[in-house]
């Protein structure tokens, strides 16, 4: 397992006091970060469903998913293993599991906005047990593991470290006229050599005139010596993310004063993360360091959100707590951001740079470190 026994039994345990204040009967965590937060399993079986059922009135826990993943769950995780086969019905499976805890009637939370809860399965689901009460636990699951421990800080940490030897990887591959994919390869070979896991996202590598593209992840087209291009990646640590991204224009050009204001307003979201305050306000800061700078009103989504845990499509664990206007969520001492600058203005430039920053007592702390005007190979 990645954590002691114990700490996935106090997980358990934070999870059911909640679970209590709610009056809830049970659990069905179907969320591929959350069934590893709270059972330790760590594979790539979550395209078909996974879940992990947790019963308020004991300290039982178990896993239902595919069969063949019995051996894996065996040496990951301490839950009792329930498995079914290719020509059973799931939802039956998980049927099976929650009638024991006599729930006719009863309230159950899960996820309605995880992509791992199928539609079809949840129809099935709700007519073998007779209609329970669904709860929607999706925030209370992401409030559970937004504070992280010693032990998850130590390996965001290193996801951190390891995000940094791809950055430099990416960079030094960025020589004269090349490919996306070349990058992409150079930051994959050199994150997974030194230690990475897979990441929950591919690295992202463009041009700047197609910075606002922005989940696509790399093109054919051949990138020149001319090119100033955007990369964004993650490295994983045992599922932790560390995401970093940076602008890097080619040598002799300078970075102009978009570069400058957009280091100006990351500079004003780490200085910002204390623990107290909220996620509004941050943005707010972020938001009044940018317009300063343009003397007029600027807007983007957010500047940031909440990383961690990952599994694909993404490093952000499905749900986006950010940055952004009208989030009151409170900053606490162990959480982790990917806090993000971007500059896209007709007049001064484009230039986007982003890191990850833990939380403290007394601030942030920044776990990636790359350099923030780096510059292409001659």
């Known amino acids: 397992m990645t954590f002691p026994a114990a700490e996935y039994e106090q997980r358990r345990a934070n999870v059911r006091a909640s679970m209590a204040e709610g009056q809830l009967d049970a659990l069905v965590v179907t969320a591929p970060e959350d069934v590893y937060y709270l059972s330790g399993l760590n594979n790539q079986g979550h395209f078909v469903f996974t879940a992990l059922v947790l019963d308020a009135g004991t300290d039982h826990a ?3 998913a595919r ?3 019995a051996p894996t769950a065996a040496v990951q995780s301490a839950c009792p293993f329930v498995g079914y086969r290719d020509g059973d019905d799931p939802a039956d499976v998980l049927a099976d599991v929650l009638r024991p805890l006599g729930l006719g009637g009863r309230r159950i939370g899960h996820q309605p906005a995880s992509l791992s809860f199928p539609v079809a399965v949840w129809q099935v689901l709700d007519r073998r047990l007779g209609s329970p009460a669904w709860v929607d636990c999706g925030g209370m ?7 992280r421990t010693d032990r998850e800080i130590e390996l965001l940490r290193h996801a951190g470290t390891l995000s940094d030897v791809g950055m430099r990887a990416g960079i030094e591959a960025a020589s004269g006229t090349c490919s996306g994919g070349e990058i992409v390869g150079a930051m994959e070979q050199a994150m997974l050599s030194a230690g990475s896991d897979y990441p929950a996202f591919v690295p992202l590598v463009r041009p700047v005139d197609r910075i606002r593209q922005e989940h696509v992840a790399w093109t054919p087209d ?17 599922r932790y993310h560390a995401p970093l991204g940076r602008t890097v224009r080619p040598r002799g050009r300078e970075s102009g004063r978009a570069g400058e204001l957009a280091r100006t307003g990351i500079d004003a979201i780490v200085a910002g993360l204390v ?4 996620a509004e306000q941050v943005y ?8 300063a700078g343009l003397s007029r009103r600027y807007e983007r989504h957010h500047c940031g959100y909440l990383v961690g845990i990952g599994f694909p ?5 499905g749900r986006v707590d950010s940055l952004r206007p009208g989030n009151e969520m409170t900053l606490r001492p162990g959480m982790t951001f990917h806090v993000q600058s971007w500059v896209l203005d007709e007049g001064i430039g484009t230039h986007a740079t982003s890191d990850t920053a833990l939380v403290t007592t ?13 510059t292409r190979p001659g």
């Open 284 to 291: 707010r800061e972020w938001a009044a360091a940018i317009e």
């Open 313 to 317: 499509p993404s490093w952000m664990a």
């Open 67 to 69: 069969e063949m993943e």
């Open 141 to 147: 699951l992401s409030d559970a593991r937004a504070v």
């Open 362 to 374: 007394d601030g942030a702390e920044l776990l990636t470190t790359t350099p923030r005007g780096p």
């Open 222 to 238: 051949p990138i020149t010596s001319d090119d100033t291009l955007f990369f964004e990646l993650s490295a994983a640590s045992a």
């Open 62 to 64: 178990t896993l239902v």
């Open 275 to 278: 623990p107290g305050r909220t």
